[in-house]
Structures are given as structure tokens and as C-alpha cells.
């Protein structure tokens, strides 16, 4: 009867250990189960977190592309020959317009000039994300009646990343373009100046 006890009460200890072990292995499941559900909830919510601020930025990037002739013109100038710029600009002698035709190779274009020789316009054409530049420029000892046009890509938003990403950056550029005045207005800003 001794050894039925003894075999009882070891077969009843077994049974515990593995139950309780079984239910050890459960929970662990349970909570590798739930930690699994907790992270993929977490990376769900994380990628739509990344979904809406990516939406945002290209919101942002959009509207931002939606540039007056005024700004974008600025944006070609900073890129081309920021120190030229600037000091006409500082001047009051920094205009803005548009190409009449009379230029094939410049038709339609919009221009930014400081309206000296020809190498004082700087033309810009925005197509989509693209911008193509032109501008006479000297070679070596050519005169500027010998100097060719050259020309250049650049897309609008490497000169917004470039110059357009801070609040001080936009206001900077937005300021300058503010200061830029329609080149019908050159004429009498000369005779002012005699």
C-alpha cells in the first residue's frame, strides 16, 4: 500500500510539473503571440505615420513648386551667380520679364536682368520639375558680341532643397523676389536717375 502511495503521488507530482510546464510553454506562446501582435500593430502604425508625413512633405514640396516667374527667377539667379545678383538686387537695378519672340532660341522665355549686355540676363524656362537656364557667356577672348548662349538643366526641386527649406531660406528668397520689378519699369527708372 506504501509503494501504491509512493507510485501515486509521484505520478500525481509528474502530472503538475508537466502541466505546470505545458502552461509555462502556453503563456510563453501567449506572450510571444502577443508581443508579435503588439509589434506588428507598432510597424503598422509606425508606416502610417511614415505614409502621412511623406504625403505631407510632397504636399509641401508641391505647392511650393507652384513658383511665381518672381520667385523661381530668384531661385535661378542664386544658383547662377548669386553675387551678381545680389548686388543689383542691393542696387534697385534688378528687373524681371518674359522674352517676346524676338529671340528664337529665347522665345517665351522669362528672364531676371540687370539690362546691360546680354550677359546681364539670365533666362529660365520651367517645364514640369525641369528648368533650363540660358545665358550669353565669354569664352576665353571673346567679346560678348562673339559669346554664345549656354545653356543648363537644373530641376525645381534641387533649387528649392538648395535654397527654399527654412523659414529663413523662404523668406530670404521671397524677399528678393518682392524686390524685383517688372523691366517695363526700367525705362522710367533711368530717367529718374538723370
Known amino acids: 500500500m506504501?509503494?501504491?502511495?509512493?507510485?501515486?503521488?509521484?505520478m500525481s507530482l509528474?502530472?503538475?510539473?508537466?502541466?505546470?510546464?505545458?502552461?509555462?510553454?502556453?503563456?510563453?506562446?501567449?506572450?510571444?503571440?502577443?508581443?508579435?501582435?503588439q509589434s506588428s500593430v507598432t510597424a503598422q502604425q509606425?508606416?502610417?505615420?511614415?505614409?502621412a508625413q511623406e504625403q505631407s512633405s510632397s504636399t509641401s514640396t508641391a505647392s511650393e513648386s507652384n513658383l511665381s516667374p518672381q520667385q523661381l527667377g530668384t531661385l535661378v539667379a542664386l544658383y547662377q551667380d548669386p553675387d551678381?545678383?545680389?548686388?543689383?538686387?542691393?542696387?534697385?537695378?534688378?528687373?524681371y520679364g518674359t522674352e517676346d519672340g524676338s529671340g528664337k532660341e529665347i522665345a517665351g522665355y522669362n528672364y531676371v536682368t540687370a539690362n546691360g549686355d546680354p550677359?546681364?540676363?539670365?533666362?529660365?524656362?520651367?517645364n514640369g520639375d525641369d528648368v533650363t537656364i540660358k545665358q550669353v557667356?565669354?569664352?576665353?577672348?571673346?567679346?560678348?558680341?562673339?559669346?554664345s548662349i549656354h545653356t543648363k538643366h537644373i530641376t525645381v526641386s534641387r533649387l528649392l532643397s538648395d535654397y527654399y527649406v527654412n523659414q529663413?531660406?523662404?523668406?530670404?528668397?521671397?524677399?528678393?523676389?518682392?524686390q524685383l520689378k517688372p523691366?517695363?519699369?526700367y525705362q522710367s527708372d533711368m530717367e529718374n536717375k538723370n
Open 168 to 178: 529663413s531660406q523662404k523668406d530670404e528668397v521671397n524677399g528678393y523676389a518682392d
Open 14 to 37: 509528474t502530472a503538475l510539473a508537466l502541466a505546470g510546464c505545458g502552461n509555462s510553454q502556453s503563456n510563453s506562446q501567449a506572450k510571444s503571440s502577443t508581443s508579435s501582435s
Open 84 to 95: 551678381w545678383f545680389k548686388e543689383y538686387l542691393k542696387d534697385g537695378i534688378m528687373y
Open 119 to 126: 550677359t546681364s540676363y539670365i533666362y529660365f524656362k520651367q
Open 46 to 51: 509606425s508606416s502610417s505615420s511614415n505614409k
Open 183 to 185: 523691366e517695363s519699369q
Open 2 to 10: 506504501i509503494k501504491k502511495k509512493i507510485l501515486i503521488a509521484a
Open 137 to 147: 557667356i565669354p569664352e576665353g577672348d571673346e567679346s560678348v558680341a562673339e559669346a
